[in-house]
């Protein structure tokens, strides 16, 4: 599966942006979809994840509540819906695909990967 994000932009504190990750290639049931995020001199942490069905979701702590990631099979789409964003959400963001668990979150069990897109939050 090849992923393809987009959606990043620079905004201010408390201001929304959504980001969408589309998948091309066959058997995009397959997978569990994630959201992951690198900011600089920082480790890629976890976001977001949906199930295969799209009916189970997962948050970070830090995103819970402001966050909402979603699924659309006809559009081969993941998106994630950011709220109320604030500075430290400032990252490089990357969705990420694997065959394993719905509620993996370690990106070494993540195959597939698509290219990143800046998020950058300014008070």
């Known amino acids: 599966v090849q992923l393809q994000a987009s959606g990043g932009g620079s905004v201010q504190a408390g201001d929304s942006l959504r980001l969408s990750c589309v998948a091309s290639?066959?058997?995009?049931?397959?997978?569990?979809i994630a959201w992951f995020r690198q900011a600089p001199g920082r480790e890629r942490e976890y976001v977001a994840g949906?199930?295969?069905?799209?009916?189970?979701?997962y948050y970070a702590s830090s995103v819970k509540g402001r966050f909402t990631i979603s699924k659309d099979k006809a559009l081969n789409t993941v998106s994630l819906q950011m709220n109320s964003l604030k500075p430290e959400d400032t990252a490089v963001y990357y969705c990420?695909?694997?065959?394993?668990?719905?509620?993996?979150?370690?990106?070494?069990?993540?195959?597939?990967w698509g290219q990143g897109t800046q998020v950058t939050v300014s008070s």
């Open positions: 290639g066959r058997m995009f049931s397959r997978y569990v």
């Open positions: 990420a695909a694997t065959t394993g668990f719905s509620d993996d979150s370690a990106h070494s069990t993540f195959a597939y």
């Open positions: 949906i199930s295969r069905s799209g009916g189970a979701t």
